[in-house]
């Protein structure tokens, strides 16, 4: 990794303590891990959060080779008890420094799906706390024209030398978490939203009768790689992803049928996996059992590290649960506040009785 010319640490935010603020203290937690800086392939800040927040709930918990976070809870059942793994990615997308111009303008490579129509004016963050602006090549482009190559990070330096950044230097997006009341919006919900809500189901969770994982993977964003190491060692019988999923509620947007506020989305299908039929029903009746709000989810395009979890090995029956989100990987992805609450209530729900997958 090349070193970043001012780095010495993974800085916390020093802004306003949502605490003392009276915030609810479910909208703190993810204003707190959302926040926190972590692009896939430098999660370390975010990992040591998620482990201050889950310790003292788990029976063990450890870090694999990758770097994924894994804490296990013993089930109460007899043995062999099922073995049930729930998985969240923390990390981010984000940009990569390439080069850095005569006048300290730097160049950047996308970390995972950056689209470029969202980054003009936007700001970035660095692991030493720099933050950058995207700007853009005017001359000889239209508008509307806007490609990765066209753009540049602006890190306030006036030359090569002074440049606070180096190659190789990673940056997340940089905007403040903000409560519009019941929606409530950040950068990085996908997936620190999923990582959310393992934290609380962990917290919750009583007791079970299987032996539940809570891994907070690590790369889902560049190729599903935490998810795919961490389900070969964890070898489940029943694997759920917990990740965000698009909408189809906005002014002329594409065709899809589901919406914010009308509960967690149970997947069906996406673009990399077909949901197991029986952890599908699982959720389903599950959430009709313990009437909380749910709908069904077919997406056309990105998947989940369910389907790395439903690969492994000699394979794993498999499904997800999303947490409806508009404008996914943009630095502004708004959430329902009673959709975060329903997913994390029906994980509790479905992880407290006795499963039979049939
Ligand atoms: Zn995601």
New binding site residues.
């Given amino acids: 990794m090349a070193t970043a010319k001012k780095a010495t640490h993974f800085p916390l935010l020093d802004n306003d303590d949502p605490q003392s603020s009276g915030m609810h203290p479910l909208k703190a937690l993810t204003k707190r891990i959302t926040e926190a800086y972590g692009p896939s392939g430098y999660e370390q800040g975010v990992r040591e959060l998620i482990r201050d927040e889950i310790k003292g709930f788990a029976d063990e918990v450890r870090v694999d080779a990758l770097g994924n976070l894994i804490a296990r809870k013993k089930g109460t059942g007899p043995t062999p008890r099922k073995k049930v793994m729930l998985a969240a990615?923390m990390d981010e997308i984000g940009v990569i420094v390439t080069h850095i111009d005569e006048k300290g303008f730097a160049r950047f490579a996308p970390i995972g799906g950056v689209y470029p129509l969202t980054l003009f004016g936007q700001r970035c963050r660095f692991a030493n706390g720099v933050v950058g602006v995207f700007g853009r090549e005017i001359k000889d482009s239209t508008a509307t024209e806007v490609t990765l190559n066209k753009l540049f990070i602006d890190v306030g330096a006036t030359s090569k030398d002074d440049a606070p950044v180096g190659v190789g230097d990673p940056a997340g997006f940089w905007r403040d978490f903000s409560d519009l009341g019941n929606r409530i919006v950040s950068k990085a919900m996908?997936?620190r939203i999923?990582c959310v809500v393992l934290i609380e189901v962990l917290k919750q969770l009583k007791k079970s009768p299987h032996d539940v994982y809570f891994v907070f993977t690590v790369q889902?964003?560049v190729g599903l790689r935490g998810a795919t190491t961490s389900a070969y060692g964890v070898q489940p019988d029943l694997a759920i992803a917990v990740?965000?999923t698009g909408t189809g509620d906005t002014p002329e947007a594409n065709t899809m049928a589901v919406q914010l506020g009308k509960g967690p989305a149970i997947k069906v299908k996406d673009a990399g996996m077909l949901a197991h039929p029986a952890v599908k029903n699982l959720l389903a009746e599950t959430a009709k059992e313990a009437k909380i709000p749910y709908q069904f989810e077919v997406l056309t395009g990105g998947t989940?590290d369910a389907m790395a979890m439903q690969t492994t090995r000699e394979g794993v029956p498999a499904g997800c649960l999303s947490v409806p989100t508009r404008y996914v990987h943009t630095p502004s992805e708004m959430i329902d506040f009673n959709d975060l609450q329903n997913s994390i209530k029906l994980l509790v729900a479905v992880l407290g009785k006795q499963i039979k997958l049939d």
């Fill in positions: 990615h996908d997936d999923g889902e964003e990740d965000v989940t």
